[in-house]
């Protein structure tokens, strides 16, 4: 019976409604955990989605480009060719209304709300990995892997590697315009848009990127974007390493020559060289514009009759900016994505240091105790404390006995300067940390054993006047 525009159109209008209640109903029950959030958001993004796709449905009926809209008004109207007859339109629908139901005598009225009100139960699956532990932590790996074994970057742990991938400023200008350092950038701002969106739903990303990209075009075209002030300049001097052949993925002769003559030749010819030789001198040719420019080269290794590296750059400047500037923009995107996910980083960071001073045992122990508290959490744990003394918490979430406070020294104050002036409440509480891992980090990072020699000492320069006594 909903075959008519009309019918059609007002079904998507009460459905667009009821998605609307339902968001805002969703929006009233408060999730018991992050887990449980994380869905909710979901829910609502889809419902949103639904009602994005259903608007434009309409849109696109009332704009009425092939006039059916209007024709079937007319109809209803009773308005033919020959006339108008209100009668015969009223008993023509009456007619075809029974035929209907005569056709279908068993057919049920089906209740939408109760169909809609099971999407508040849904749990949409969400796909993470194991590492980032449904969102709480980023896993860049694979990322990591890409970094270290490049020519742009340096071997680092992967904690220091989380403090300086957001940071592209640090990678030298030359390195950059390298085929290599753009597949790794593409790749880590893909692999943080598809995570920001998997955290993140109800965001929207692409409204983000926008303002990004209009704020970009305008201090590109003042010059003014950050470390790319002279890129037109770069993308002159850049060309001659941007031919047919990449030669970042080469470093001998040998290697050029398993290429083949033919691809060293086209090589050669878009420099401007000679394309003469053997396989071996076209190779060797072909090499010495790796590491050195065009215009410092010996005239005897370019062809006759060759305008010279200065046309050969000016033809190929132009498309090396277009790259430059791409490199710029996507540099741009990473780091409003690091802005967005800052809180995230900073969790993947202590989350790293922490398990680098914890066994295989103790990491699976602890991955199985953060699964259960995220199942039972619940907004009874949430509701606010009476505490004015500000005593610390229990084993069953209530502020201990005042008279234990004072029994412990839990108002004494201990701090650690290994430790980045971590403050530790109470001798207990002190005696143990230096085995904590915090501590642990701390020392390894000076350079100095744990040993029961150094514990009582948390200053940093008394540890190496300790260790120059001994």
Same mark, same amino acid.
């Given at each position: 019976?909903?075959?008519?525009? +009309?019918? /059609?159109?007002?079904?998507?209008?009460? *459905?667009?409604?009821?998605? @609307?209640?339902?968001? =805002?109903?969703?929006?009233?029950?408060?999730?018991?955990?992050?887990?449980?959030?994380?869905?909710?958001?979901?829910?609502?993004?889809?419902m949103i989605d639904t009602i994005t796709s259903t608007t434009e449905r309409l849109i696109e009926i009332y704009e009425d480009n092939d006039n059916a809209r209007k024709d079937e008004i007319a109809a209803l109207g009773g308005q033919t060719a020959t006339g108008t007859n209100v009668f015969s339109a009223f008993y023509d629908r009456l007619k075809e209304i029974r035929e209907y139901h005569r056709r279908h005598p068993a057919? +049920?009225? /089906?209740?939408?709300?109760?169909?809609? *009100?099971?999407?508040?139960? @849904?749990?949409?699956? =969400?796909?993470?990995?194991?590492?980032?532990?449904?969102?709480r932590y980023l896993d860049l790996h694979e990322l990591y892997n890409q970094y270290i074994n490049s020519k742009f970057g340096e071997p680092i742990e992967y904690s220091a590697y989380l403090d300086v991938f957001s940071q592209p400023h640090k990678i030298p200008r030359k390195l950059k315009s390298t085929r290599q350092y753009r597949e790794y950038l593409e790749n880590l701002v893909q692999y943080l848009v598809y995570f920001f969106h998997r955290t993140e739903p109800l965001q929207d990303l692409d409204r983000i990127f926008a303002k990004v990209e209009t704020e970009f075009e305008e201090?590109?075209?003042?010059?003014?974007?950050?470390?790319?002030?002279?890129?037109?300049?770069?993308?002159?001097?850049?060309?001659?390493?941007?031919?047919?052949?990449?030669?970042?993925?080469?470093?001998?002769?040998e290697e050029l020559v398993e290429l083949g003559p033919e691809k060293l030749k086209e090589a050669l010819a878009?420099?401007?060289?000679?394309?003469?030789?053997?396989?071996?001198?076209?190779?060797?040719?072909?090499?010495?514009t790796k590491d050195t420019p065009l215009e410092k080269l010996d005239k005897k290794h370019f062809a006759k009759g060759s305008r010279g590296s200065?046309?050969?750059?000016?033809?190929?400047?132009?498309?090396?900016?277009?790259?430059?500037?791409?490199?710029?923009?996507?540099?741009?995107?990473?780091?409003?994505?690091?802005?967005?996910?800052?809180?995230?980083?900073?969790?993947?960071?202590?989350?790293?240091?922490?398990?680098?001073?914890?066994?295989?045992?103790?990491?699976?122990?602890?991955?199985?105790?953060?699964?259960?508290?995220?199942?039972?959490?619940?907004?009874?744990?949430?509701?606010?404390?009476?505490?004015?003394?500000?005593?610390?918490?229990?084993w069953d979430?209530?502020?201990?006995?005042?008279?234990?406070?004072?029994?412990?020294?839990?108002g004494q104050e201990f701090k650690c300067e290994i430790c980045g002036n971590q403050s530790y409440w109470g001798r207990r509480a002190f005696e143990r940390h230096f085995k904590e891992w915090r501590h642990q980090?701390?020392?390894?990072?000076?350079?100095?054993?744990?040993?029961?020699?150094?514990?009582?000492?948390?200053?940093?320069?008394?540890?190496?006047?300790?260790?120059?006594?001994?």
């Open positions: 019976m909903s075959s008519t525009l +009309l019918e /059609v159109t007002r079904g998507s209008h009460e *459905e667009v409604e009821r998605l @609307e209640r339902l968001i =805002v109903k969703d929006f009233q029950n408060e999730p018991a955990s992050s887990k449980e959030r994380l869905a909710q958001s979901h829910r609502v993004r889809l057919a +049920l009225v /089906v209740d939408a709300n109760e169909e809609h *009100e099971a999407l508040l139960k @849904e749990e949409p699956q =969400v796909e993470f990995s194991g590492e980032e532990s449904y969102g201090q590109w075209a003042d010059g003014k974007v950050e470390e790319w002030e002279n890129a037109i300049q770069d993308g002159e001097h850049v060309q001659d390493q941007q031919t047919v052949i990449d030669l970042d993925y080469y470093s001998t002769v878009s420099l401007g060289l000679k394309i003469g030789g053997t396989v071996q001198q076209r190779a060797e040719r072909l090499l010495l200065a046309q050969n750059g000016a033809a190929v400047a132009p498309q090396q900016v277009g790259m430059l500037k791409e490199i710029a923009l996507l540099e741009g995107k990473l780091k409003k994505l690091s802005d967005l996910l800052s809180e995230a980083i900073e969790r993947t960071k202590d989350n790293i240091v922490k398990k680098q001073a914890l066994t295989y045992e103790e990491i699976a122990a602890e991955r199985e105790d953060e699964e259960t508290q995220a199942d039972t959490e619940s907004d009874d744990d949430e509701q606010q404390i009476y505490n004015p003394l500000k005593l610390p918490m229990g979430g209530k502020p201990i006995p005042y008279w234990l406070y004072k029994l412990h020294g839990l980090h701390g020392m390894r990072c000076l350079g100095i054993p744990n040993t029961k020699n150094f514990n009582e000492i948390t200053s940093i320069e008394v540890s190496f006047f300790q260790i120059e006594s001994s």
